[in-house]
């Protein structure tokens, strides 16, 4: 026998409309949130022809908070993923330089690139702090210089025809997320010039 109070046609009817409430709030909530990133991301390839969607997009849903805040949050988590990268690319470095089979070529260019990603790597550190007390034109210098540092490296292997540069992903990754910080940081100082 079931309880009627329980399962009265009107007890149903309210637990229905809870859950039915329950899920458009989430789901407007999940809309709402994944359209900063999406948005975001879509005005910055607009921008530039070089820029990834993809990678924007992808990089910044892969931060559980970017899907809780505005474009300042997202500049900050693109130049944290960009410092993230390029600790992760030096100590990958590091590993290749202990490899016995690199010939002096590779090895010059592994060094080279290890002091590129040092120096980029205080260089974001500044720019995250420049970024996050508003002074948007030094951040952008600053993440310039530090998306510099990837295109140096890379060219550094291109020197000696037909070498494969061994660090090219990681080049890439951390070029698309100063890019992605740029971008930001350009359309938060023309909507606040200072
Ligand atoms: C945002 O972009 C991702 C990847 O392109 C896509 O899977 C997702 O459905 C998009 N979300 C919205 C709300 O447009
Ligand atoms: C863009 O980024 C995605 C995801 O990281 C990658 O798979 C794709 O190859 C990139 N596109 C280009 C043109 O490099
Ligand atoms: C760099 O960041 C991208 C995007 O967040 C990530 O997919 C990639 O694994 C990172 N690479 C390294 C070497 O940390
Ligand atoms: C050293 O480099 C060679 C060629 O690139 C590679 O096959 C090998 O796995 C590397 N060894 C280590 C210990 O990383």
Excluded: W
């Excluded at 994944?34 to 607009?46: A, F, G, Q, V, Y």
């Excluded at 949050?73 to 990268?85: H, V």
């Excluded at 060219?155 to 100063?178: H, I, M, S, V």
Aim: net charge negative.
């Amino acid at each position: 026998m079931q309880d009627p109070s329980l399962f009265s046609p009107a007890s149903c009817c309210c637990l229905f409309c809870l859950l039915a409430l329950l899920a458009t709030t989430h789901l407007t909530m999940s809309a709402k949130t994944m359209d900063i990133i999406n948005l975001t991301c879509e005005k910055c390839s607009r921008e530039s022809p070089v820029f990834n969607y993809t990678f924007c997009s992808e990089s910044l849903q892969a931060v559980p908070v970017s899907h809780f805040t505005n474009l300042q949050g997202l500049g900050i988590i693109s130049m944290e993923l960009a410092l993230l990268n390029a600790s992760t690319t030096i100590s990958s470095i590091e590993k290749m330089l202990r490899n016995g089979s690199l010939d002096p070529f590779q090895l010059g260019c592994l060094r080279d690139c290890k002091d590129l990603y040092l120096d980029a790597s205080k260089t974001l550190v500044d720019a995250t702090g420049a970024f996050m007390v508003g002074h948007y034109g030094i951040a952008n210098m600053q993440m310039s210089a530090a998306m510099e540092a990837a295109t140096t490296c890379e060219d550094g292997f291109e020197e000696r025809e037909g070498e494969a540069c061994p660090l090219t992903k990681e080049n890439y990754d951390l070029f698309q997320l100063c890019d992605i910080a740029l971008c930001i940081i350009r359309s938060l100082s023309s909507s606040f010039p200072s």
